[in-house]
């Protein structure tokens, strides 16, 4: 990929997998090589680079690539595109490959055998996979591999990549010398009689009837049912993510005081005991402690895509995302926005049409992801009271759907007007989306999704957040109070100075110093806000506060109006650095990302003052 | 409508009937729909079913094409001509299913 910077390519055969979307390739993946396998960066849905390693059955290591899902070698979207150069050789930083492992979905022969077919013309050693032949097989479709492979001049494994059947016979077949050297090149031009005639031989040339998934999309996709299914879903989604994750919470909370006061007690008395206790330990602890919502919201996100939902919403809320512009394909990335805007905007990349792909962008950050949930969570914490309305549903998660509800329709404001306004905007893009078949989500590849999203926050906190925490450490430390100084020490800090500079533009929305300083270090990331409060706050207090918590002592000194304001500041919240970057890397300019810090900077000042002053008003 | 046009296409064909893909004619505005739809399938000969219709103006339809299902807009439904003879009903799928009834004649 672009990206990528190492060029001197590891020793060994590389093998790489190719397929349509949604023909089980991944899995396949995952079979083939297990937890040995590196994902650049914020895995998507296969938009990123995964590479792995594979152990065949003589022993032997072998290189594998997941190449992004394809219908075509003709790319119309970015990560197509990626598997087209990759395939040509032409793939910066790339090798291209020695085998292609060509992964076909049973169930859809004729379209997966488009793809084989220019593929094999590519020139490169081929064998097929021919996956999901458990599926096809309760459909009635029984496909002769002996006669498939005679008929396409290569070998063709049946596999079952969600059971494991077959992966051993890919693996032994990965030993055979021949299978490395190139076979026959179709001609051109003659696929589609090619394809019928091996469908005619195969006995395969039928429509497909009804299957147990158009049962259930008659529900689902009920033009009544299927809407308030999905609402109810998601409704139900953002309950869990608070009330699940409440006692794995309480638990790395202990587990972070407990350590504090273990370093608290070995430390002697001065700096080097407040930059582990208040800076370090608080600091990591303070982001943390948010993991498992993090991770509640990701298991969510994964069930439904692997059970094949996704693609379903997307037809669900096409007509609506059609009145602002955009298609339902826009759905997957701008739902896995809510877990973080970076998987999301890389997600993008399978929007086929550039101009949907940059609305996209835009507005992802506008759906609040998770690191807006440590913000929320001690807000609502200290302002919103603990009671039950009707019908079990909590106060406190009641205004939590409001606050990201808030999020979505500013998200379809901003797309409706670059619709009504931009040339671009009134064109017509097409739909045209596969809704593959429901299949219970592999608890394997669940896990392997969670795992890799764990780790990529957790780097987050080690690497860019643990850095600017203890900056502000620094900045709210250094220089110490004069002597004979009455007030906390932090005031008379360089913190302090930027706080109270910042204040002046912040203080028409309602931000006192203490806010306006954490938004400093909250751009960077926004879940350093809270700890930045913390750090702030517990160096400010004296004597009793200091042992107090955040959530009682922002209770007691904010308003409420102050409060909301804060709340409607990060519905909008100007981006993070980290989405700031890949913005920049993924529309290739830093006009794009300058073009949404500003215009996030404006919505979130003008939603802060108006939510501060209206607040206000009512309640005097 | 469909009297109007002397071609039925996948846009007008009623749910749960199953028929022949005859050719593909994209409109002047949007020329690449023809090979989009090409590489999902949408290929002469290839059988084709209307499964269902979503709510407000029947748009978009669910199709299967062959093996697959997919999610079409009706613009792009219109792109697929049919074969003027029906080859018989999808299993089933013509029975009473609520995504079946209302929009069938929509």
Known sequence: MRESVVHIHPAGPLLALVGNPNCGKTALFNRLTGSRQKVANYAGVTVERKEGRLKTAA????????????????????????????????????????????????????????????????????????????????????????????????????????????????????????????????????????????????????????????????????????????????????????????????????????????????????????LVVDGLIAGVGGVLVFLPQILILFFFILILEESGYLPRA?????????????????????????????????????????????????????????????????????????????????????????????????????????????????????????????????????????????????????????????????LSTFPGAPEGATGPAIEYSFAGYLGRGLATIFEPIGFNWQISLALVPGMAAREIAVSALGTVYSLSATGDEAAQALTPLIASTWGLPTAFSLLAWFVFAPQCLSTIAAVKRETGGYKIPAIMLGYLFALAYAASWLTFHISRWLLT | MSAVLSVPTLAQAAIGQAHRVKALQAPAHAPEWKQMLEELGFVAGEHVAVLARAMPGADPLVVRIGQSTFALRRAEAACVELEHTSTGGLTAAAGTGPAGTGAAHA
């Not at chain 1, 998601?234 to 309950?239: E, G, P």
């Not at chain 1, 506008?366 to 969570?377: D, E, F, G, Q």
Request: hydrophobic fraction near 50%.
């Open chain 1, 314 to 474: 997307a037809f669900l809320l096409d007509r609506l995302m059609g009145s602002v512009g955009l298609s339902g394909r826009s759905f997957i990335p701008l739902l896995s926005s809510f877990a973080c805007a970076i998987p999301g905007i890389m997600a993008t990349r399978s929007i086929a049409n550039p101009r949907d792909r940059l609305v996209t962008i835009l507005i992802a950050p506008l759906m609040t992801c998770s690191a807006r949930l440590p913000v929320y969570a001690l807000l609502i914490g200290a302002f919103i009271p603990r009671r039950e309305l009707w019908g079990g549903i909590e106060l406190q998660g009641l205004v939590l759907f409001v606050l990201y509800f808030a999020g979505i329709i500013s998200a379809m404001a901003v797309a409706w007007l670059l619709k009504r306004f931009t040339d671009a905007g009134r064109q017509v893009r097409p739909l045209m989306m596969e809704l593959p078949s429901y299949h219970w989500p592999h608890a394997r590849n669940v896990a392997i999704g969670l795992l890799q999203r764990a780790e990529i926050f957790i780097k987050r906190v080690g690497g860019v957040i643990l850095a600017l925490t203890l900056l502000l450490w620094v």
């Open chain 1, 59 to 274: 022993g032997k290591l072998l290189r594998v690539l997941d190449l992004p899902g394809t219908y075509s070698l003709y790319p119309r979207s970015p990560d197509e595109r990626v598997t087209v150069d990759v395939l040509a050789g032409r793939a910066q930083g790339e090798k291209r490959p020695d085998l292609i492992v060509c992964v076909l979905d049973a169930t859809n022969l004729r379209r997966n055998l488009r793809l084989f077919l220019s593929v094999q013309r590519q020139g490169l050693p081929c064998v097929v996979a021919l996956n999901m032949a458990d599926l096809a097989q309760r459909r009635g479709i029984v496909v002769d591999t002996e006669k498939l492979g005679a008929l396409l001049g290569v070998p063709v494994i049946r596999t079952v990549a969600t059971d494991g059947e077959g992966i051993d016979d890919l693996r032994a077949l990965l030993d055979e010398p021949e299978r490395w050297r190139q076979g026959s090149v179709p001609p051109e031009g003659e696929d589609t009689a090619r394809i019928n005639h091996i469908l005619k031989e195969l006995g395969l040339d039928t429509l497909q009837g009804e299957l147990p998934s158009d049962k259930v999309d008659r529900f689902v996709l009920h033009p009544v049912l299927g809407p308030i299914l999905l609402a109810v879903l998601l409704f139900f989604l953002f309950q869990a993510v608070f009330a699940w994750a409440e006692a794995p919470m309480g638990w790395i909370e202990a587990g972070t005081a407990w350590l504090g006061e273990q370093a608290g007690a070995l430390l002697p008395e001065g700096h080097l005991r407040s």
